[in-house]
T-cell receptor, first 113, second 112 residues
C-alpha cells in the first residue's frame, strides 16, 4: 500500500495563478481532509469529505475548492493564489470514526510570490 | 479560551531526562484524545491515543483528566531520537464524523 500520496512536493506560484494539489489514498478510507500548516499556527482544517460526492468546509476554506468524485482522490484547488496561501499543505485520510487510522500524506510546500 | 492549547516550548533536555507536556482543551464534551509526533519537515504521525484510565507505551505515558480538561504526555529516559514536535489532538466536538483539532505543538530537543 502506498498510503496517502500528494503531488507535487514543492510548487512556486505567482499571485493570481491557479493550481490543483493532488491527494490520493489506497486504503479505501471514506474520510479525507486537507490541512494547512503555518509557523506558529499549527494545523488548520481547510476542507473535508466524509465520502465520495460529499464535501464540507473546515476552519479556513476561503480561496480553496475541493471535490470528491471517487473514494481514492481528493484534490484541492487554489482558485487565484495569494501570498497568504504560502504554506505547507497536508492531506489526510481515515476510516470514518476510527481516529487511530488517520494517516497524513508527505505534504506539499507552496510558495506564492 | 483557545480550543486546544499547548505550551510551545522549546523544551531542551539532556539525554536520559524525564519531560512532561501538557495540553488543555475547551469543550468538556470532547471524546477522543491523541498525541501526534511531527519530525522537522515531515508529516504528523500518531504517537498514541489517550484513554480515560491513562495508558503507557514503553517510555511514553499519556493521561487524561476530564474534570480539568487536560491531557499530558510523559517521556521517560529521553533519547536523541525523541527530538520532534509533539502535537496534542482532540476530537473536540465529538461524533464519529467529527474533525480532529490540533494544538500548535510543543517542540522537544534532546541534547547529548
Amino acid at each position: 500500500n502506498a498510503g496517502v500520496t500528494q503531488t507535487p512536493k514543492f510548487q512556486v506560484l505567482k499571485t493570481g495563478q491557479s493550481m490543483t494539489l493532488q491527494c490520493a489514498q489506497d486504503m479505501n478510507h471514506e474520510y479525507m481532509s486537507w490541512y494547512r500548516q503555518d509557523p506558529g499556527m499549527g494545523l488548520r482544517l481547510i476542507h473535508y469529505s466524509v465520502g465520495a460526492g460529499i464535501t464540507d468546509q473546515g476552519e479556513v476554506p476561503n480561496g480553496y475548492n475541493v471535490s470528491r468524485s471517487t473514494t481514492e482522490d481528493f484534490p484541492l484547488r487554489l482558485l487565484s493564489a495569494a501570498p497568504s496561501q504560502t504554506s505547507v499543505y497536508f492531506c489526510a485520510s481515515r476510516e470514518t470514526g476510527v481516529w487511530e487510522t488517520q494517516y497524513f500524506g508527505p505534504g506539499t510546500r507552496l510558495l506564492v510570490l | 479560551r483557545k480550543e486546544v492549547e499547548q505550551d510551545p516550548g522549546p523544551f531542551n533536555v539532556p539525554e536520559g531526562a524525564t519531560v512532561a507536556f501538557n495540553c488543555t482543551y475547551s469543550n468538556s464534551a470532547s471524546q477522543s484524545f491523541f498525541w501526534y509526533r511531527q519530525d522537522c519537515r515531515k508529516e504528523p504521525k500518531l504517537l498514541m491515543s489517550v484513554y480515560s484510565s491513562g495508558n503507557e507505551d514503553g517510555r511514553f505515558t499519556a493521561q487524561l483528566n476530564r474534570a480539568s480538561q487536560y491531557i499530558s504526555l510523559l517521556i521517560r529516559d529521553s533519547k536523541l531520537s525523541d527530538s520532534a514536535t509533539y502535537l496534542c489532538v482532540v476530537n473536540l466536538y465529538g461524533g464519529s464524523q467529527g474533525n480532529l483539532i490540533f494544538g500548535k505543538g510543543t517542540k522537544l530537543s534532546v541534547k547529548p
